[in-house]
T-cell receptor, first 116, second 115 residues
Framework: AQKVTQAQTEISVVEKEDVTLDCVYE???????LFWYKQPPSGELVFLIR??????QNEISGRYSWNFQKSTSSFNFTITASQVVDSAVYFC?????????????FGKGTKLSVIP | EPEVTQTPSHQVTQMGQEVILRCVPI?????FYWYRQILGQKVEFLVS????????KSEIFDDQFSVERPDGSNFTLKIRSTKLEDSAMYFC?????????????FGPGTRLTVT
């Protein structure tokens, strides 16, 4: 069973529009960690945020915000006033506390294209 | 700011050849990982390494793969006899073990092309 689902394969928005990237996860652990990584066209993986399962506070960092809802097992990512530099593939990932070496389980990613 | 480095950035090899991908993790990190990303697909866990031994490995990490920490700084992934399907981007990552710090920091990746 897929543990991290990113249903949106590709999204295109016009610059300055807001966009939300969806992430739904599945785990039996009561303690787990959720992440978002950005992969720009250059290919590297850039850490954006980590969220602990016991902390459901939403977080805002500049134009980025994250909405964590345990009731729906979702950890969505919103970019406000999108810019061309936001064009990238965004991966949601899960670490389960029961996974001995805390390896990341990634979703398939959402490719975001911001059109000028 | 310290970062994970990987060499080479791109490696082209012929099927059946051995390749070694190199990584230098962040110096005070103790957990090391290799992940693979086939072009256009998701990032997949290969292996984790802690205290000079493999702590976990995925189904992908078969007998053709091995990892080593030959000295205090390098962490290597060896593929003994490459196959066409090994063509992918290989990412090294490292993590501190203290407290609740579960962020893994990734290197820039090595693109492996098997012809």
């Amino acid at each position: 069973a897929q543990k991290v689902t990113q249903a949106q394969t590709e999204i295109s928005v016009v610059e300055k529009e807001d966009v939300t990237l969806d992430c739904v996860y599945e785990t039996r652990d009561t303690t787990y960690y959720l992440f978002w990584y950005k992969q720009p066209p250059s290919g590297e993986l850039v850490f954006l945020i980590r969220r602990n399962s016991f902390d459901e506070q939403n977080e805002i960092s500049g134009r980025y915000s994250w909405n964590f809802q345990k009731s729906t097992s979702s950890f969505n990512f919103t970019i406000t006033a999108s810019q061309v530099v936001d064009s990238a593939v965004y991966f949601c990932a899960l670490v389960e506390s029961g996974a001995g070496s805390y390896q990341l389980t990634f979703g398939k990613g959402t490719k975001l294209s911001v059109i000028p | 700011e310290p970062e994970v480095t990987q060499t080479p950035s791109h490696q082209v090899t012929q099927m059946g050849q051995e390749v070694i991908l190199r990584c230098v993790p962040i110096s005070n990190h103790l957990y090391f990982y290799w992940y693979r990303q086939i072009l256009g697909q998701k990032v997949e866990f290969l292996v984790s390494f802690y205290n000079n031994e493999i702590s976990e490995k995925s189904e992908i990490f078969d007998d053709q793969f091995s990892v080593e920490r030959p000295d205090g700084s390098n962490f290597t992934l060896k593929i003994r006899s490459t196959k066409l399907e090994d063509s992918a981007m290989y990412f090294c990552a490292s993590k501190r073990t203290s407290g609740s710090s579960y962020e893994q920091y990734f290197g820039p990746g090595t693109r492996l092309t098997v012809t």
